[in-house]
C-alpha cells in the first residue's frame, strides 16, 4: 500500500537579512493510511514550515515529498492548486470560513471547485454537518455560530473529498476544552472512517497522548517519542506546553 506521506531529507532555511536560518535540516517522516501523528516543538521550530511544506504550499530547499504516491516536485502551481483540493484537507486554529457563506455552503465549497455534481456535494455536506451535531444549522452563517460549531463546519469541509491527508495546526487551540474535546474526537472519528492519514500540530500533550505516534521537530530535525511522558516526566509536557508558535 503507498503511504499516505513519504518524506526523505527535507531541508528548507529562510535569509534573514544577513542571516541564513536553517529551519528544516534533513526530516524524514512516513504516514501510513488511517494512521495520526502529532508534531510537538517549542516555539520557532518549524512546524508549521512543515505543514506547509506537506502541503505543497511552500517547496524545500532540498529533499523529497510523497503524497499519495504522487511526487510534489512534478507539479507546477496549476497542478499543486488541483492536487490540494482533490488530495489534501487542512484545518487551522481558526476556521478561516468563507463570512459570506452558509454553514452548507462553506462544506460544499471542495466539491464545486473540484467539479463535482452539485446534488451530491449537498447531498455530503449535509451528511457531515449532521453527522457533527450540526443539523439545526446549516443555514447559519459563521457569525451565527460558535467557535466550537464554526470549527466542526470547517473540520467537515477539510473532509468534504475524503482526502487521503489531513493536516491540522492547532485545530483546538482556540476552544474552550469542551469544544476542543468535541473537535478533536471528531477529527480522529471521520478521519478514521475516510482512512484518511492526520499530521497533526498541537501544544496540547494530552492530545498528543492519543496519537498513534508522536515526533518532536527542535532545531530543524524530528525525532520520534514513544510518549511524552516516557521522555522525562514532566520536563517533556513543560516543552510542550510552552509552545506558542510554529
Known amino acids: 500500500m503507498t503511504a499516505a506521506v513519504r518524506v526523505e ?11 541564513r536560518v536553517e529551519v528544516l535540516a534533513g526530516v524524514d517522516l512516513v504516514v501510513e493510511p488511517g494512521e495520526v501523528v502529532a508534531i510537538i516543538g517549542p516555539s520557532g521550530s518549524g512546524k508549521s514550515t512543515l505543514l506547509h511544506l506537506l502541503g505543497a504550499l511552500d517547496t524545500p530547499d532540498q529533499g ?11 507539479l507546477d502551481r496549476a497542478r499543486a492548486a488541483a492536487f490540494r483540493n482533490r488530495t489534501l484537507g487542512f484545518v487551522f486554529q481558526f476556521h478561516r470560513l468563507l463570512p459570506d457563506f452558509t454553514a452548507l455552503e462553506n462544506v460544499m465549497l471542495p466539491g464545486r471547485i473540484a467539479g463535482q455534481d452539485p446534488r451530491r456535494v449537498e447531498a455530503e455536506a449535509r451528511r457531515l454537518l449532521v453527522e457533527v451535531g450540526l443539523a439545526e444549522r446549516l443555514d447559519h452563517f459563521p457569525s451565527q455560530l460558535s467557535g466550537g460549531e464554526c470549527q466542526r463546519v470547517a473540520l467537515c469541509r477539510a473532509l468534504a473529498l475524503a482526502p487521503p491527508l489531513l493536516l491540522a495546526d492547532e485545530p483546538t487551540g482556540n476552544l474552550d476544552p469542551e469544544s476542543g474535546e468535541l473537535v478533536f474526537k471528531l477529527l480522529l472519528e471521520l478521519a478514521r472512517e475516510r482512512s484518511s492519514a492526520v499530521v497533526l500540530v498541537t501544544h496540547n500533550p494530552a492530545l498528543a497522548e492519543r496519537c498513534a505516534r508522536i515526533f518532536q521537530l527542535d532545531r530543524g530535525v524530528l525525532r520520534a517519542f514513544s510518549s511524552l511522558l516516557d521522555q522525562g516526566g514532566a520536563g517533556s509536557v513543560d516543552l510542550a506546553l510552552s509552545e506558542h508558535g510554529s
Request: charged letters at 35%; glycine letters at 14%; zero cysteines.
Open 9 to 19: 531529507g527535507l531541508a528548507k532555511a529562510y535569509v534573514d537579512g544577513e542571516r
Open 64 to 74: 523529497r515529498i510523497e503524497i499519495a504516491g504522487q511526487d510534489l516536485a512534478r
